[in-house]
């Protein structure tokens, strides 16, 4: 689930011959060592827009899905000119069922903007402070086990900048999962041993580094406070007051709606594998939401354009970003990016199968939220083809 300012970027590139241009979307066909696109299927389009050359943005796409691979895609973009939506592909490459506006996707580790609300809503009721070192809201008998959890502060697991030690890739972890059914949804109480023996990476508030760890801590910080689950916080706190009827915590509530299958190069062998049966973590704080499209991106309207899911105090905590590198810095639960074209804040995420976006504009006033069901998908191509397209009219 770790997030790589490149992929991200490539997506901006992306969203630009999008907009320009408009798109009404296509299915593929499938043969998941080698598939060829159904010239039938190709007819069959599922899109909402405003306008533009969508006929040749189609055919573009047509031409991206073949040689990245992707089976399928789903966009959603809104700017002062109007919105759009389309679905592309299939959803799940063994039936060919086609890909709808509506599917829902695991959004992976843009669920950490999620859980940064929920967090923060809590610091506006006064039940977290966020400079409060993180012994104070950890369940008792989990806090010895934690290196540094009297000077760890709650921003910095927010920001990731606290040092802890990642569950995700420790040789026992990898291990389980291998072995754990879906059946057995994860928790984050048994996630955050397998980090117990584990060094710090870091001391606290020395440096930024990415670490899912951060967002299990949290998730036992919310759970501890609330004397509930963190789903029936998520609910309770943004998807009832939103509206947002698609959106769920994958294994710990019940499947809304039809949801894509995720897909992936798992055996390095450069085939297309099914993440449908694997457990590695879903559910968990660090990237446990399923949602749709159209979700997303009232989620991020409520909170970065009407401002309205957060106090004004909050959103300034929230915006905080510190530099992490060149053109990257994170917030609290919030990516900033910089490229070629504007600064966005959103966040991304990688992991079951998906690869997903959500990206809000400020100086364009433009939202993009990008799902798609291949995790192992190189989108430099994509943004080189969208340049040239751009250029070329």
Known sequence: MNLKFLAFSKIIFAIVFVISLGFTGYLVGDNISQRVIEKSLAKQ?????????????????????????????????TTPKGSWLGASGVNNLSTKTRMKPTDGFAIASMSKTFMAVV????????KIGLD????????????????????????????????VAEYLETKEFIQATAKRSRSQPWTAREAIQYMYKEQPQANPGEKFIYTDCNYILLELIVENITRGTLAQAIRSQILKPLGLKH????????????????????????KLD???????????????????AEDLAKFAKALFVKKTLLSSKMMKQMLKFKDNG????????????????ARAIGHSGTAYGFVTLLAY??????????LLNNQNVDIKSVAKTGLEVVENH
């Open 274 to 292: 099914s993440y449908a049966k694997v457990n590695d973590g879903n559910g968990l704080g660090d990237g446990g939401l399923v949602s749709t």
């Open 247 to 270: 959106t769920f915590t994958e294994l710990r509530e019940p499947t809304i709606g039809e949801v894509a299958t995720g897909y992936g190069d798992r055996n390095k062998d450069g």
């Open 45 to 77: 389009v599922i899109s909402t827009s405003t306008g533009g050359k969508s006929s040749q943005l189609q055919k573009l796409l047509n031409e991206i899905v073949i040689e990245q691979r992707i089976p399928g895609a789903v966009m959603y973009i």
């Open 326 to 341: 060149v053109g990257y810095s994170y917030g609290l639960g919030v990516e900033r990016f910089s490229s070629p074209l």
């Open 119 to 126: 967090v923060l809503k809590l610091v506006e009721q006064g």
């Open 361 to 370: 504009i400020p100086n364009q006033n433009t939202t993009i939220v990008v």
């Open 132 to 163: 409060r070192t993180i012994a104070t809201y950890l369940p008792r008998d989990i806090t010895p086990h934690i290196v540094n959890s009297d000077k760890i502060t709650v921003r910095q697991l927010l920001n990731h900048t606290s040092g």
